[in-house]
């Protein structure tokens, strides 16, 4: 017996029960260890860039495979968990998730640093649902379940921050595989500690796990994702219309073999709750609307602006702050206002933050970056929270896990997808630009591939054409992140016109369950 379950006796209210914080502790470790590591890719691109040489295409791949991979796993792995049990799920993906950092540390080519990190997508598949399902689980009392799901969320935010910083830090004195190495003792201390805290949770009768649901959902998003991002960087291609359709068919065949199965992989009937099915969707154009400033702000930073890589984490930091602050008063804004006020302000405030950036240039000064990031923390902590409370309170606490892999996929899902597109807005606009007339071939090309690319392409010429190449191309560089932030602004926008509607009447619990 657990030592959360013995504690939960000694009380004879589970729902009660002082433990539950104690296995709260825990859960927030392996939130930091995902959060810790969504931020380090980014503000590692640029050494990374330079080191492995990547192209234009892969580098967006070493961006969102890891999402492409974990949005098709991160139901399977729900699933799994309600069935084998959470605790177990997540102790072993947080085993797997440091031995597979280490991969990603010392890959040596783009095409053995994107394999690493598919692998770290099916480790990281394992962990969030576990962790929002198991609180759950623990917490019976709505409102405390809004707090834990606000401390949740805070922590998230919280290592968002502290990865650039960490990660800056050791970006300055060491090369860029170390800020993967950074998960190592996060995991050790979660896999230790967990096993003596955290309580044991599963569906009593989830039925057997029907490994071909999961071969249909893991192809089918990865062959729509695959063919999207196709299309937006190199236009409609057979190969991309087949993937599409094999894709689009397989998620198709998917749902159709739920209705079949006495125990379903996802019971589909969960969308057809408004609030639920309402949520989901605002958190994945929310994601969208971000993903192309949250992917390429720190190039801008450094690349641009000429930042340090620690310089580049601290300026960071006000979008975690704000997101922390609302993060743990969302729920009880939420039940003195209403749920589709406090999703919709949040969203709408993200939005115009994204359309005041697209006001930068190449020498714009910080207050307006800090200002814009705090605001879109600020949103992001109010919408992000109450939404995560409203799909968990959607459903009976045996599916949580199912719940929680819905909702995380439609994060992954919408980051990889917004990488793709709003990437290859960046990219696009980008590679338009004109080197000069007297830069060879090869430099030029080299150049178009990446701002990576052109700074260390502009070695090789004389420092007055190096300098004319390198501020056209920071120009290009940041035209396209101001139209990738249009973009954004008008889709949270829109988003928060419809959270409006679709959320309607939703309210969060309060009464405590039995």
Request: hydrophobic share 55%; aromatic share 8%.
């Amino acid at each position: 017996m657990s030592r959360t379950e013995q504690l939960n006796r000694q009380t004879g209210a589970e729902g009660k029960s002082p433990g539950r914080w104690l296995a709260l502790s825990v859960l927030v470790l392996a939130v930091l260890l995902v959060a810790v590591d969504a931020t380090v890719l980014g503000l590692a691109t640029p050494s990374l860039s330079e080191d492995l040489k990547p192209s234009g295409t892969q580098l967006l791949w070493i961006g969102d495979i890891y999402s492409f991979v974990i949005a098709g796993l991160l139901v399977s792995m729900g699933s799994l968990g309600d069935r084998i049990g959470r605790k177990k799920l997540l102790l072993g993906g947080a085993a797997a998730f440091g031995a597979v950092s280490v991969l990603n540390a010392y890959a040596t080519s783009p095409e053995m640093m994107i394999v690493a990190r598919a692998l770290l997508g099916v480790a990281g598949a394992t962990l969030m649902p576990s962790t929002l399902a198991l609180i759950r689980n623990i917490f019976h009392d709505p409102k405390e379940r809004s707090l834990a799901i606000g401390i949740w969320g805070a922590t998230a935010s919280a290592g968002a921050a502290i990865g650039p910083v960490l990660g800056g830090a050791l970006l300055q004195h060491f090369y860029w595989g170390s800020v993967f190495l950074i998960n190592l003792p996060v995991m050790a201390v979660l896999v230790l500690v967990g096993i003596k805290l955290l309580p044991e949770s599963r569906n009593p009768v989830a039925g057997p796990w029907d490994l071909v649901s999961v071969g249909l959902s893991l192809g089918g998003v990865i062959g729509v994702v695959y063919a999207v991002k196709e299309v937006a960087t190199h236009g409609p291609t057979w190969e991309v219309w087949a993937a599409a359709v094999l894709g689009a068919g397989a998620l198709y065949a998917f749902v159709r073999r739920q209705f079949t199965l006495t125990a379903p992989l996802l019971d589909i009937r969960l969308f057809r709750h408004r609030g639920f099915s309402g949520a989901v969707f605002a958190d994945l154009l929310t994601v969208f609307g971000l993903s192309g400033l949250v992917f390429f702000l720190s190039q801008f930073l450094q690349l641009v602006q000429g930042y340090e890589p620690l310089q580049a984490g601290l300026a960071e930091i006000p979008a975690a702050v704000g997101a922390v602050v609302t993060g743990l008063l969302a729920g009880r804004y939420a039940r003195r206002y209403s749920v589709r006020s406090i999703v919709a302000f949040g969203l709408a405030a993200i939005g115009l933050a994204l359309g005041a950036l697209t006001l930068i240039h190449q020498e714009s000064g910080y207050p307006l970056l800090g200002a814009a990031l705090l605001v879109v923390g600020l949103g992001a902590g109010f919408s992000f929270t109450v939404t995560a409370d409203v799909i968990l309170s959607s459903v009976p606490k045996e599916q949580a896990g199912s719940a929680s892999a819905v909702s995380e996929t439609a994060y992954e899902l919408g980051a990889a997808l917004g990488i793709a597109l709003l990437g290859s807005v960046v990219t696009g606009a980008y590679q338009s630009f004109i080197a000069p007339a007297s830069v060879p071939a090869p430099v030029a090309d080299a150049a178009h591939e990446s701002l990576g690319g052109a700074l260390e392409a502009a070695k090789a010429l004389d420092p007055d054409t190096a300098r004319v190449m390198v501020e056209a191309a920071q120009e290009a560089f940041v035209d396209g992140l101001r139209l990738a932030c249009g973009v954004g602004a008008a889709v949270l926008l829109a988003t928060a016109v419809a959270a409006w509607f679709l959320l309607k009447g939703q309210e969060l619990q309060d009464g405590i369950e039995h």
